[in-house]
């Protein structure tokens, strides 16, 4: 508990000597109760040993002291396989996407990609899940990944409807940028469903990324239709360039 009120004060330092403190103190009680009966012994060690040592794994990562990070985080899981009870899964999996999180905060994407597909199915499909998932996805420039990822998200109602929107757009167009030549454009922009390729920032980077490699001119115009007539019924509509 000091740790935690240290780590959420901002005490790092102070958060991972109190984590270690604890883990002694419970070591330290573990040999007083040598050879005594199962019942004797704390029923809740292991999660207090695996949430401990996250603790110090916690506060080491704000201080980046990666090692000390990554053998606590280690440590903290090896214990947390030991866990029973109603938390038991909540605590395994939880490291599992904070492992994940620092991986990204370390530029590692593929590996916090490889950590995220370890998870169940079930815990997969979280917004926490999700979220670490679309971030090391753009980080990769896996944009096919990225867009079905945000859409789960949108399903999940993870952002609200303008920020989804906001959302989908940009991952639609850096979808379409990512095209080398017509024929992957084109099967790029199909792959849009129909409220993306509605979108007026999406057809106008999809008909230029058309022109930029040389491609149907007149499947540009197709692609542009419906951004035209929505400016002739309402040309206050679209306000952006």
């Not at 940028?177 to 922009?189: R, V």
């Not at 199909?190 to 001119?217: F, I, S």
Request: proline share 4%; hydrophobic share 45%.
């Amino acid at each position: 508990l000091d740790a935690m009120s240290h780590y959420i004060a901002g005490r790092f330092v102070r958060a991972r000597k109190s984590a270690q403190q604890a883990l002694d103190q419970e070591a330290e009680r573990q040999e007083g109760v040598t050879g005594a009966l199962e019942g004797e012994q704390l029923p809740y060690r292991a999660q207090l040993r695996a949430l401990a040592y996250f603790m110090v794994a916690q506060g080491s990562h704000a201080l980046q002291d990666i090692p000390e990070r990554d053998k606590s985080m280690q440590a903290a899981q090896k214990e947390a396989e030991n866990t029973r009870g109603n938390a038991a899964v909540e605590t395994r999996e939880g490291l599992r996407l904070r492992a994940a999180r620092w991986l990204l905060d370390d530029h590692a994407p593929q590996q916090a990609l490889e950590q995220l597909n370890t998870l169940p199915q079930g815990t997969a499909r979280r917004i926490q899940a999700l979220r670490l998932r679309l971030q090391a996805a753009r980080q990769l420039g896996r944009m096919e990944l990225a867009l079905e990822t945000g859409r789960a998200l949108v399903r999940h109602k993870a952002f609200s409807e303008e920020a989804g929107k906001v959302l989908m757009t940009r991952l639609a167009v850096d979808q379409i940028a990512s095209a080398c030549d017509p024929d992957q454009l084109h099967a790029l922009w199909k792959k849009l469903d129909k409220t993306e390729r509605a979108q007026p920032a999406v057809a106008l980077r999809a008909a230029r990324r058309m022109m930029e490699l040389g491609g149907d001119v007149a499947q540009a115009r197709i692609w542009l239709l419906p951004v035209w007539e929505r400016y002739a019924a309402n040309p206050a509509d679209l306000t952006g360039p």
